[in-house]
């Protein structure tokens, strides 16, 4: 079991989350919205302000992974976009990183571009 600490209040994330629970037929992820009202309560151990500049998990024994690493192991217990294995090559890994960064500081400005909207409509 994953439990992937996101930003509810992003489109591009909201709709990575609902795509993985649409292929999580096993019940292998727990989606948690860190902006949800009872996340400080339920997860204190999880900095809110931290996980939304760094996407968070959690595996069941309790060991925190950050960033790709939460998205590739997502991505992987789904059986889904294998693919996405690529960016944890230890030659791509760096790179990838940086780009994973990236897209995390501004995700709400490119989600603007892509969709139209900085904010999901229905998480304000």
Not at 26 to 35: A, G, K, R, S, V
Not at 76 to 89: A, N
Request: glycine share 6%; hydrophobic share 40%; net charge positive.
């Amino acid at each position: 079991m994953l439990t992937v600490f996101y930003d509810g209040n992003c489109p591009l994330c909201l709709r990575e989350m609902i795509a993985l629970k649409e292929y999580d037929q096993d019940n292998l992820l727990q989606l948690e919205n860190i902006y949800d009202e009872s996340f400080n309560t339920r997860f204190p151990h999880i900095d809110p302000i931290r996980a939304d500049k760094i996407l968070h998990g959690q595996w069941e024994d309790g060991t925190l992974i950050f960033g790709l690493e939460v998205t590739c192991s997502a991505w992987k217990l789904v059986g889904k976009h294998k693919w996405i294995q690529v960016l944890r090559w230890p030659f791509i890994k760096p790179i990838a990183n940086v780009g994973y960064r990236f897209f995390a500081r501004y995700r709400h400005s490119i989600a603007a571009v892509i969709s139209g909207k900085r904010a999901c409509d229905r998480c304000k």
